[in-house]
């Protein structure tokens, strides 16, 4: 009854899972439209007085690929595809010619400049052949491209007077899609800019614009005369170059040096339309970089273009551990920009990031000065990009770092094995170890102390939506009491693999294989005569007048589970990770040559009485699993990590099964740790009550890691 019961709240809780799932908020659509901006015309341009001639817009010929709502983004290679979570708002067909003919509108070349003429015949056509509006991406980064020819020609003559070509590709500062859209938006009404200059020359009999078709002029040439900006917001950024949000903060003054917002770099601020200094980078006040006459115009994102670089400084071991070392930064001249300890990354703490200004520069550790010709390094900071400087120091015997051993500028896959999507991790550990044990005995717990050494190796496999995990550890413990020589007490060889598919970020399907056994034979020590009985009842070996005899094969008994469900990832961060899974399981025990012995049963022989072990079955069971894997890293070097493990049997006749190991380890210097494991399980016996196994283990360790 209550098996069935927990089995109801469980799959009540699995459906109300699925139903949060179905619930997931929709997808949110993006829609961008392309805008006439006044603040980028060019007022060079601008007529007195207009030629007396008509002109008709015509509609642009767009190839079927870019004549769509969806943004065309290609990859690298001839891929492209359709963004259909981001869309234009009016189809490029409909708001390129308007941008168009507001713009000579606005610079009053013709009398007349239309989309539509009913009642009479225009003097000119304008024609514009759109051949590519796309967004590249290229791994980490994204261009906007534009490809497009316009054309002026008398109305009703199919040979053109003027053209004007455009094949452009800027490269985008935030890699969104929306600032390719402004990118675009700009490319169009700037390439315009051009095309109207060649109309003036040509319409005044001035060759100047059309000696070279695809000229481009510089944005200098824009006045900085805002009587004709209507009024309003605008945006203004600094890209972040490390694509991250520990940049530090930028300022933002008026004209008159009157602080009006700050804001971390990367995160865009609204504005007034006008002009603004921005202060930024690290270091004291008068090291900071000052950008003076920023202008912002309304209903535009104005984006600085980088003239700083980014560095941050990790400082390792030789066996590649974080360590904690103070370092202090010098430019050229000798004047620091502070000094900082780096953080673990592994432990989910953030570097920090330094802003600077181009130019090489010097770092020293343990408190060395500028002068100093030991514990130092040097990098160059570039423009606009972001450098990762890796010191190696050495360490003392209790694992204190020393001096610089090596430094320099790595690849990431040199230094951050962890971080590639295949990671191996593996390690020795040797245990000093008083272990409490009342598996064998309820009531009566054995305590021994004794030698435990362990081999591990942890393999994982991590790019989204996959994830695949092995985990083995191979056990051995040796003791011995004052008595007796130097036995195996315990050994275990076990091997966890699941793999798991995320169909949502923290939710997914997981199936796994899990195997337990051990690789030694084991003897029960007792003195007298035994008989060994096979599970179809015929025997197998006598042992009369002995001290010892097999009870355990090597390898079985053999423990196979098997699962397939879901998995809920609680959480997944470097310093906490937990996941919680539930699904359908089987559990294989195999037990060949697995002997138990029957209490007051015993076989005659020859005239001696011998004691009954009798071999147990195989079985198997068929259940609900649910598991919980949990790894918590702790202050003061402490981290705590669980693994736990419950079946419930579809047949009623079997227990469930429960497995849990809690494990807390707290590491004393380099490679010593004092490392608790508390391991729960069920036994269930032939003909014995069941009762809650609890193991204790208090080690002393000693560990190596392999890399």
């Not at 098996?3 to 997808?27: E, H, M, V, Y």
């Not at 993006?30 to 060079?44: K, T």
Request: glycine letters at 6%; aromatic letters at 12%; one cysteine or more.
């Amino acid at each position: 009854m209550k098996q069935t019961f927990i089995r109801i709240i469980f799959w009540s809780a699995l459906l109300a899972l699925f139903s949060g799932c179905g619930a997931q908020k929709q997808t949110l659509t993006n829609h961008y439209v392309l805008e006439y901006y006044s603040h980028l015309e060019r007022p060079e341009l601008e007529l007195n007085e207009p030629y007396p001639y008509t002109v008709r817009i015509n509609s642009p010929v767009i190839p079927t690929i870019y004549d769509r709502r969806q943004i065309v983004i290609r990859h690298f290679g001839p891929r492209i595809t359709y963004s259909d979570n981001d869309l234009w708002a009016v189809p490029l067909s409909e708001i390129i010619p308007r941008l168009v003919t507001t713009r000579l509108n606005r610079y009053r070349i013709f009398n007349l400049a239309q989309q539509d003429y009913l009642s009479s015949t225009p003097d000119y056509e304008i024609n514009t052949d759109i051949r590519y509006v796309e967004a590249i991406r290229y791994e980490n980064r994204m261009t906007a491209k534009l490809v497009l020819d316009f054309y002026l020609r008398e109305a009703g003559n199919e040979n053109y007077i003027l053209r004007h070509s455009v094949n452009r590709e800027e490269s985008l500062v935030d890699n969104t899609l929306e600032n390719f859209v402004q990118v675009v938006n700009d490319l169009i009404l700037t390439e315009t800019d051009e095309f109207s200059a060649k109309i003036i020359s040509f319409l005044s009999g001035d060759d100047t614009y059309l000696q070279d078709e695809n000229r481009t002029l510089s944005m200098e040439a824009v006045s900085d005369d805002s009587s004709g900006i209507d009024e309003g917001d605008g945006l203004l950024v600094l890209p972040s170059i490390t694509k991250t949000d520990y940049e530090p903060d930028y300022l933002v003054y008026t004209g008159k040096n009157q602080l009006v917002t700050s804001a971390r770099i990367g995160s865009s601020v609204k504005l007034p339309a006008g002009n603004y200094t921005i202060r930024y980078g690290s270091g004291a006040e008068r090291q900071k970089i000052t950008r003076h006459n920023v202008k912002v115009s309304p209903r535009y994102k104005t984006i600085v273009e980088p003239d700083w670089g980014c560095l941050s400084v990790e400082v390792r071991s030789d066996t590649r551990e974080y360590m904690k070392t103070s370092y202090e930064i010098f430019d050229g001249s000798g004047v620091s920009y502070g000094s900082e300890i780096p953080a673990n990354e592994e432990l989910g703490e953030i570097n920090r990031i330094w802003v600077l200004r181009p130019g090489l520069y010097k770092i020293t550790i343990n408190n060395e000065k500028y002068s100093s010709y030991r514990n130092f390094a040097t990098v160059m900071v570039e423009k606009g990009e972001f450098s990762k400087l890796t010191i190696i120091v050495d360490q003392d015997l209790e694992g204190n770092p020393t001096d610089l051993i090596g430094a320099g500028i790595l690849d990431e896959s040199q230094m951050t094995v962890e971080y590639s999507n295949f990671n191996v991790e593996s390690a020795f550990h040797g245990n000093f170890n008083f272990t409490s044990d009342n598996e064998s005995d309820e009531e009566t717990p054995i305590q021994t102390f004794l030698l435990n050494g362990q081999f591990e190796t942890n393999i994982s496999y991590d790019r989204e939506p996959y994830h695949f995990v092995t985990r083995n550890r191979l056990e051995l413990e040796s003791f011995k009491n004052d008595d007796k020589d130097f036995r195996i007490s315990y050994d275990e060889l076990w091997s966890k693999n699941a793999f798991t598919y995320y169909f949502f970020n923290n939710i997914g399907l997981y199936t796994r294989v899990d195997a337990a056994g051990h690789v030694f034979r084991r003897n029960e020590y007792s003195d007298g005569n035994f008989v060994l009985i096979d599970r179809v009842g015929d025997t197998t070996e006598w042992y009369t007048d002995v001290r010892s005899l097999p009870v355990k094969d090597a390898v079985y008994p053999l423990i196979v589970k098997e699962g397939v469900g879901v998995n809920y990832r609680v959480f997944n961060h470097p310093k906490a990770s937990m996941n919680i899974r539930a699904g359908i399981g089987r559990r294989q025990d195999r037990n060949s040559g697995f002997y138990y012995l029957e209490p007051g049963q015993t076989l005659d022989r020859n005239g001696l009485s011998y004691q009954i072990y009798r071999e147990y079955d195989n079985f198997n069971q068929d259940g609900t699993e649910l598991s919980v894997l949990g790894r918590f890293l702790l202050p003061l070097n402490i981290s705590y990590t669980l693994d736990a493990d419950v079946l419930l049997p579809f047949n009623k006749d079997y227990a469930m099964t429960l497995d849990v190991e809690n494990r807390v380890n707290m590491k004393i210097f380099k490679y010593v740790s004092l490392d608790y494991k508390l391991r729960l399980k069920n036994i269930a016996r032939e003909e014995e009550p069941d009762f809650l196994s609890k193991r204790h283990s208090l080690f002393l360790r000693l560990t190596y890691n392999l890399r």
